[in-house]
Every structure is written in C-alpha cells, then in structure tokens.
C-alpha cells in the first residue's frame, strides 16, 4: 500500500502514556479525519502489539511501525507477527524497522551488532519467511525454512527502513520497499531523498517504487511562544543521538551535559532554537501546514506526524481536527 503525494500519516508515541484502547481511537479519528495511516513509534514498548488495537479501531487505513527496534526481535518473530497483524488487518500493515543506537540496544542487554549489516539481513530474513523460502544465511542471522500456521495475505508485505545517515540511506534505496525520515528539515529531506532515489536506481530498481516517509514533529499551538518551548523541549530527547551533532549541525555540548547529570528541563533551555526549528513544525496551524508542504516540495510521499508535548500535554486531537489532510 504505497502512498500518494496526497496522503498524510499519524504517529502515537508509545511512550506517551495512553492506553492501547485510547491510541485505537486516536487512529479511528485520524482515519475519519482523512489522515491515510497510522504508526505507533516505540519509545519503552512493544509497538507491534500496540498495533492490533489500531488495525482493531480501523477499517480502511494503512497501519505500522514507525519504527519497531529490529534489534529487539528475532527477525522470524518479527515476520510471523506482521503476517498476523497484515492478515488481521486485511493488509494494511506496514512494518517499518531501526536498529536504534549501541546504547539504547546496550541498555536492553542486546549485543553491539553492526547496524548496516544488521539491517540488511533483518529485511532478508523477514522477507524469506514472507515468501515461504528455504531459509536465510547471512554473517548475523541463519535459519532454515521457517513454516506458517496459514499463507500470508500478501507475501510482499511492505518493510521500510528508517534512515539517518548516507550509509542506511543507501541500504534502504537498494533493499526496502520505502524509507523512513525523521530530525531533519526539509532541505536535508531533499539531500535524503535524492541519496534514496539514486541508490535505488544503482540497484536496478524504480526508485519511484521506494517510499520516502518522513517523521515532522508538530508542537501545534496558537502560542507562538508556547510552540517555540515545546519545539526545544523535545530536543533533549534526541541530543544523546550517536548522530545528533550532524543532523541538528550543532554539538549541543551544554544540552548533552545537561542531560548527564540528570536535568532534562536544564537541558531544553540550552537548546538554540535554531536547533529545533531545523526539524519541528510549529506554531499555529497554518505555520504547521505551511512546513509540512516544504516536506513533500522535498520529495517526501508520506509525512507522518508525529505531535510532541505542549505545555505538559500530547495534542492528538488538536492535531488531527486542525491539520487533517
């Protein structure tokens, strides 16, 4: 299920403290809203699970990951479950997958696997199960065939890889069926997507084939004060990122040093707000579409919009009722 140009997604947090029932509703008001998919980004939980009571409130909208860890699943598990979520769904899953970072995963007692092998393999795998293979034999994964209770509902299933730097950009371009953007403007948005088309062209491919999602954290606001603040606040949550300093071209050394000694709110009043203009749409709503345009100038297919925190409070449904496609 590829989108158009025309189509708008919605992200819910898996960190942001609703219930699966509460993010079910969320996605069948984004559905009746106009929005055409929906994904639950993993922060502390599970989001494949999340996703059954999304696919449950829904009918008729695309539903994923944006992202699940790959790291945290064998890539077997990962595909029986999506078969399932795509069956239960009428297939209308999306997998999108990341390896996180060596900390993050380090923090879960997961080995440090190199990352571009890692996902390259984990896409393999995942589609051999899907196709009913003899197995898969790589440097990190090896299995045999691996049998499902039923046949899958769309052994193409779509799997997107989220991307941040040049060398997953061009992993994604030559493997996956899209790629998934996230903490860049849209001017690096336009760098990406011509990195993604003409690696996905070396590879012999339609690079119109190849997906480009992009996550545009929304701090919604008629506040323009407020809207600034939520934009810097989320910036700490990112700032210890392996990959921070090059994508926010900054080193935020006083933000990372907050934040080591423990003082998130220390930590968002260092951050420039140049920093957090670079990738938060924010303001009121017509300075939010306005930014979300600039995304698909850019060559993005799907902005997914992913609403962060206003003074204390997760805007869903301000931003599905005001910037609703």
């Not at 009918?59 to 078969?83: C, E, F, H, Q």
Request: hydrophobic share 45%; net charge neutral; with cysteine.
């Amino acid at each position: 299920m590829r989108s158009t140009g025309t189509g708008l997604g919605l992200s819910i947090a898996s960190h942001s403290g609703l219930p699966p029932a509460a993010m079910g509703e969320l996605a069948r008001d984004a559905e009746d809203a106009g929005f055409t998919a929906a994904f639950v980004a993993e922060g502390n939980g599970d989001a494949l699970t999340l996703c059954h009571a999304l696919i449950a409130a829904t009918d008729s909208i695309a539903v994923g990951t944006a992202i699940a860890n790959a790291a945290l699943r064998p890539p077997v598990l990962t595909a029986k479950t999506a078969v399932l979520l795509d069956d239960a769904s009428g297939g209308r899953f999306r997998l999108g997958l990341g390896v996180a970072n060596a900390a993050k995963n380090a923090q879960s007692g997961l080995p440090a696997l190199p990352p571009l092998r890692l996902a390259e393999e984990y896409v393999a795998v995942v589609r051999a199960v899907l196709a009913g293979g003899p197995g898969f034999s790589g440097e990190i994964f090896r299995t045999g065939h691996v049998p499902l209770d039923r046949p899958p509902h769309r052994p193409d299933l779509p799997v997107h890889l989220a991307a941040l730097g040049p060398r997953m950009l061009r992993l994604a371009g030559r493997v996956a069926d899209g790629v998934i953007l996230n903490l860049i403007s849209p001017d690096q948005a336009a760098e990406s997507v011509a990195a993604v088309r003409r690696s996905a062209a070396e590879a012999g491919r339609d690079p119109a084939d190849v997906e480009i999602a992009c996550v545009v954290h929304i701090g919604l606001a008629d506040d323009p004060g407020a809207a600034a603040r939520a934009a810097r606040a989320i910036v700490p949550r990112y700032a210890l990122h392996p990959a921070a300093p090059s994508l926010f071209g900054d080193p935020l050394t006083a933000v990372r040093n907050r934040l080591r000694e423990g003082d998130r709110a220390g930590a968002a009043r260092q951050v420039p707000q140049h920093v957090a203009d670079g990738f938060v749409a924010h303001g009121d709503p017509a300075a939010c579409h306005a930014r979300i345009e600039e995304y698909r100038k850019a060559g993005v297919d799907l902005p997914v919009l992913y609403p962060i925190p206003v003074d204390g409070v997760w805007p869903y449904a301000d931003v599905i009722g005001r910037l609703a496609a």
